[in-house]
């Protein structure tokens, strides 16, 4: 094989290799655009945004070779599909515990997508104390040639929750060696104080919330108000009675 061919097929199985990531990060912007229409959605009907930020990231080429040998598996883009299922993953960071499933919820409601696999460390942590909830999600990813269905990972925690898992990464991140009891110890019972945090939080926002609607003052008025994209407009009277005498379809 000449300088030239080989050149050439790098160039292929390059391209190759591009395309294939791409479907990812497509299936994640995907993902993402859903998220942030379900903020938007839930912030004009309730006054209230579940999602406090979300964090997408792709595994890196040298990752998944990685992840491959170690499980002894063949190298090749299929076998890549077939057993990495977290190449892509979005981590979506809720205020309360509540939140978390009603975030669930509305995807699993979405009837494009796809939830292969739920595993709920919320309600059975792991021994070390991590709690969060992870969705395998089956994406449409829409090509100029065909349609990809892209598996990609979504991880749903409390700001706390995500809090006690990043520190928890930076302390053990490339340790080795075992680790000591103590420190186990010492990480679940940290673990174990975030939980109750988040059950405390939860616990004032509800009840702020029942204050709030013990105090509502001109009820009509502010029923009569409609924002959309930070504009505000004044809903007539007369629209909110021609709507509300025709029936439902």
């Known amino acids: 094989m000449n300088l030239l061919s080989s050149v050439s097929q790098f160039q292929q199985l390059k ?115 991590y709690q969060s909830l992870h969705m395998l999600i089956e994406v449409p990813v829409f090509l100029s040639d065909r349609v990809e269905h892209v598996c990609i990972e979504v991880q749903i925690r409390t700001i706390a929750m995500d809090f006690w898992a990043s520190l928890e990464h930076k302390i053990f991140y490339k340790y080795n060696a075992a680790v000591p009891e103590s420190l186990v110890q010492e990480l679940k019972a940290a673990a174990d104080s975030v939980t109750a945090l988040d059950r405390q939080m939860e616990r004032l926002h509800r009840e702020m919330g029942e204050i709030k609607a013990d105090n509502v003052i001109d009820a009509e008025e502010q029923l009569r108000l409609l924002q959309i994209d930070n504009q505000q407009f004044n809903i007539p009277i007369a629209l909110l009675e021609m709507i509300g005498d025709k029936p439902d379809n």
């Open 15 to 129: 391209q190759l290799i591009t395309r294939f990531m791409m479907t990812y990060k497509f299936a994640l912007d995907e993902m993402e655009t859903k998220i942030e229409i379900l903020k938007e959605e839930f912030q004009m009907l309730h006054d209230y945004n579940p999602i406090e930020h979300t964090k997408s990231r792709l595994k890196s080429p040298e990752s998944i070779m990685n992840k491959l040998v170690r499980k002894n598996l063949e190298i090749s883009l299929p076998s890549i599909k077939d057993n990495i299922r977290d190449i892509a993953g979005l981590r979506i960071t809720c205020s309360f515990i509540k939140d978390i499933y009603l975030i669930s919820d509305m995807l699993q409601r979405q009837s494009d997508l796809k939830v292969l696999e739920v595993k709920d460390y919320i309600k059975q942590p792991k021994p070390n104390g």
